[in-house]
C-alpha cells in the first residue's frame, strides 16, 4: 500500500511523508503540510460506519495518509488504547445535537488529536532511535493535552508555553503538576506572544541540536485525527447519506480544518459554521475578502480561541487553491465562492456568549462553556439567517468544570468536576515564568539542553 505525500503551503519543492512531517512539525519554508491528495472514502462505506466504534471508524479515516509507514495491527491498537474514552452525541431538540468531545483525561476536545499524534510519534521515534523536544505554546488547552499524552515517554520532552494571565487556574494546574519531561513556562504576555516565540524558535538554526517539534495545530498530526469525529457524529445522527451541518468554535481553525478533510475525503456536509469570539478576522474576511489579522487579540472568556491570526488559515486558503504565508500575508485569492458555499463564519460577543449560556441551560437544561456557546450561537444564528437545516451538529470542546466561575455565575449551577480534575486541587505545582522576549526563551533551553 503506498502513502500520501504532503506539501508545504509555502511552496517548498520536497514533498515528505506522515512519518517526516509529524516529526518536522513545520515545513523548512515555515510553511504548513498538507496532503497532496486527499483520500476518498466511498459512500458504501461511510454508511457502515453507523455500525461501527469510534477507533474502527478511526482506523478507516486515518489509514490512507498511514499507508504502510505502521503496520495495520499496531494502529488498530494505538487507535483503541488513545480512544478509550466516550464521544457522546447529545439531541438538544428537533435535529439539533450537541457532541460532546470534552470526556477525554484534559477534558478539551484537544485531547483526540494530542493522544493520537502522541503515540504516532512514539512509533517512529522508536524506529529511528532518536529524541525530540516538542515546543508548544498553548492558550489553555493544547498544553494540558499535550503535556498528558506525552507525559513519561523517555525520547520526548515538553515545553509548554502559556500566558501567565490568561489561562484559568485548573487548566494551569493541568500542565504543572505533572513535572517529569514535562517543562510548562508562564509567559508574561499574551498567546499570540507565545505563539510568535514558538515558531521563531523553530527556524533559529542555533536550535538545530535540539531537534525542536511542534504539537500546536501547525503539526498536521493535529489535523487528521480530528477529521475522525465529524464522521462518527454524522454515522450517529444522520440518515443514510444524509448531509449535515456542524457548527465550529474556532480559534486557530484546526477543528474546523479536520472538518473540511472530512468533507473533501467523502462525509456528506451541507456546510460549516465557522464561528469565532470577538476576534472576528475570519467572518470579516468571508465578508469583505480582505484578510487583516487583529493585533493584539482580544481577550474573550472562551479563552482557548483568543487568536488574532489563525495559523491554519494558511491550510484553509490551499484548500480553496489559495496561498498565505505564515504572517498572514495573501499570495493568492482563494476561490471566495466556493469558500463561502461550504463556510457560514460568524462572530460572537461575550455578552452573546453569556446570553447562550443562560438560555441553553434555562430552555434545554443544557451546560454549555464558553467555547461550545460560541458554537451553538454561531448555529442558532445559522439557522436564523440560512433557514431550519437538520441534522446540526454543534461541538461543545471543553468540559464546563474548566470554566466554574462563567458558569455559576450564569446559571446557579456548579459544574460536576470529572474525577480527572478532581485531583488537581491539591497537587503540586512546577513551572518557571518568563518574560516574553525570544532572548529568554533561547536561554531557557539552552539551560535545559545543558542539564540532560
Ligand atoms: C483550542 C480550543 C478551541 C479552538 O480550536 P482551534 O482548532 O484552535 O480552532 C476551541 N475550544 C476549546 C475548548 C479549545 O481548547
Sequence with gaps: MSHIKFFSTNGHPERVDLRQALLAGQAPDKGLYMPESIPQIPIEKILQFSKMSYPEIAREVISPYVGD???????????????????????????????????????????????????????????????????????????????????????????????????????????????????????????????????????????????????NSINIGRLLPQAVYYFYASSRVAAEGEDAVFSVPSGNFGDLMGGLIAMKMGLPVHRFVAATNENDEFPRFTHTGIYEPIKPSKNCISNAMNVGHPSNLARLFSLYGGQMDETGRVGKEPDMQALRKDLFAVSISDAETRRTIKEAYAQHRIILEPHGAVGWAGLMRYIDECGDWSPCVSLETADPAKFPDEIVRLTGLNPPLPSAMAKLDDQEEHFQRMAGDYASLKNYLASLDRAV
Excluded: W
Excluded at 112 to 132: D, K, N, P, T, V
Design 69 to 215: 509507514l505502521i503496520p495495520d495491527e499496531a494502529l488498530r491498537a494505538m487507535l483503541r488504547d488513545a480512544y478509550n474514552f466516550p464521544v457522546p452525541v447529545e439531541r438538544v431538540f428537533d435535529g439539533k445535537y450537541i457532541l460532546r468531545l470534552d470526556r477525554g483525561p484534559t477534558c478539551s476536545f484537544k485531547d483526540f488529536a494530542a493522544r493520537l499524534m502522541g503515540r504516532m510519534m512514539q512509533h517512529f521515534l522508536a524506529q529511528e532511535g532518536r529524541s525530540i523536544l516538542i515546543l508548544t505554546a498553548t492558550s489553555g488547552d493544547t498544553g494540558s493535552a499535550v503535556a498528558h499524552a506525552f507525559y513519561g515517554l523517555d525520547s520526548i520532552r515538553v515545553v509548554v508555553l502559556f500566558p501567565e494571565k490568561e489561562v484559568t487556574e485548573r487548566q494551569r494546574r493541568q500542565m504543572t503538576t505533572l513535572g517529569g519531561n514535562v517543562f510548562p513556562l508562564a509567559v508574561s504576555g499574551k498567546f499570540d506572544d507565545c505563539q510568535a516565540l514558538v515558531k521563531q524558535a523553530f527556524v533559529d538554526m542555533d536550535l538545530r541540536g535540539l531537534n525542536l517539534s511542534s504539537a
